[in-house]
């Protein structure tokens, strides 16, 4: 275990770099923050590279350390300045971005996420598509970021359950339909059907659109369109409720 007392420290700048996407994307790491989040990370069997603990912590806490992975004991007021939530529990860990190939299954369930901005949203609905039993959330190129921290925050430890599957393109849709697949995709529209009379024991993914324009036309010409009835005033649902409610639809048909 090395000690680490000042901020100007190289591995201190490092993690606090993984701040930006754009050094996320260069050197295909992330972090994640917290007691129950880093017990997460390691029990997944995610290839964690580091981890990083405040003073206190380590005095105060008991954690078990895996003995392979680098530990590094930092002071309080430098750990904190590498954080990214406003009160930090005293554990981060620095873990590599999952870059093995990607197939899909065509006897499992997918959701694909058409440029979605919110990180909240996103982290939600990994959470949801971990609970109703899918095997990967496909993004979209210009999704928000789910390796940022509020992604990984926001799906509440099932990030570390589930295939998350970056830059998806429609050609990549495409293919996935030769294969087999259905898209279903949730659009408001005088020739969408309602989401309960989709067949969706067939190979099928989920589409789910932007919050504030919906499923972009190149993937909708895809899709089999389908809205949910909305019976009061509101316009439409939120992205990651409506997202819920269509997995649970599919995870409800298959049970």
Do not use: H, W
């Given at each position: 275990?090395?000690?680490?007392?000042?901020?100007?420290?190289?591995?201190?700048?490092?993690?606090?770099?993984?701040?930006?996407?754009?050094?996320?994307?260069?050197?295909?790491?992330?972090?994640?923050?917290?007691?129950?989040?880093?017990?997460?990370?390691?029990?997944?069997?995610?290839?964690?590279?580091?981890?990083?603990?405040?003073?206190?912590?380590?005095?105060?806490?008991?954690?078990?350390?895996?003995?392979?992975?680098?530990?590094?004991?930092?002071?309080?007021?430098?750990?904190?300045?590498?954080?990214?939530?406003?009160?930090?529990?005293?554990?981060?860990?620095?873990?590599?971005?999952?870059?093995?190939?990607?197939?899909?299954?065509?006897?499992?369930?997918?959701?694909?996420?058409?440029?979605?901005?919110?990180?909240?949203?996103?982290?939600?609905?990994?959470?949801?598509?971990?609970?109703?039993?899918?095997?990967?959330?496909?993004?979209?190129?210009?999704?928000?970021?789910?390796?940022?921290?509020?992604?990984?925050?926001?799906?509440?430890?099932?990030?570390?359950?589930?295939?998350?599957?970056?830059?998806?393109?429609?050609?990549?849709?495409?293919?996935?339909?030769?294969?087999?697949?259905?898209?279903?995709?949730?659009?408001?529209?005088?020739?969408?059907?309602?989401?309960?009379?989709?067949?969706?024991?067939?190979?099928?993914?989920?589409?789910?659109?932007?919050?504030?324009?919906?499923?972009?036309?190149?993937?909708?010409?895809?899709?089999?369109?389908?809205?949910?009835?909305?019976?009061?005033?509101?316009?439409?649902?939120?992205?990651?409720?409506?997202?819920?409610?269509l997995m649970y639809e599919l995870f409800r048909q298959r049970s």
């Open positions: 275990m090395l000690e680490i007392t000042s901020f100007s420290n190289a591995k201190c700048k490092y993690v606090k770099s993984l701040a930006s996407k754009k050094a996320r994307d260069e050197n295909r790491e992330y972090t994640v923050e917290g007691i129950k989040s880093v017990r997460d990370a390691l029990a997944s069997g995610k290839i964690v590279s580091a981890l990083y603990v405040s003073f206190s912590f380590y005095e105060e806490q008991d954690f078990e350390y895996p003995k392979n992975i680098p530990l590094y004991k930092t002071v309080d007021r430098v750990f904190e300045k590498m954080c990214d939530t406003k009160a930090p529990q005293g554990i981060l860990a620095v873990i590599k971005m999952d870059d093995s190939l990607f197939e899909p299954d065509i006897k499992k369930p997918y959701i694909y996420c058409d440029r979605l901005q919110d990180p909240g949203n996103l982290g939600t609905i990994i959470r949801t598509a971990d609970a109703a039993g899918f095997d990967a959330v496909l993004l979209s190129k210009g999704c928000a970021d789910a390796y940022s921290p509020k992604t990984v925050r926001a799906s509440m430890g099932s990030f570390f359950n589930i295939r998350i599957v970056k830059d998806v393109t429609a050609d990549v849709l495409a293919r996935y339909r030769e294969k087999g697949f259905t898209l279903i995709g949730g659009a408001l529209g005088i020739d969408s059907t309602d989401y309960r009379r989709a067949d969706m024991t067939k190979p099928s993914i989920i589409v789910v659109g932007n919050e504030a324009n919906g499923i972009s036309g190149e993937v909708l010409t895809m899709c089999e369109k389908v809205k949910i009835p909305i019976a009061g005033k509101a316009e439409s649902l939120n992205v990651s409720v409506a997202a819920a409610i």
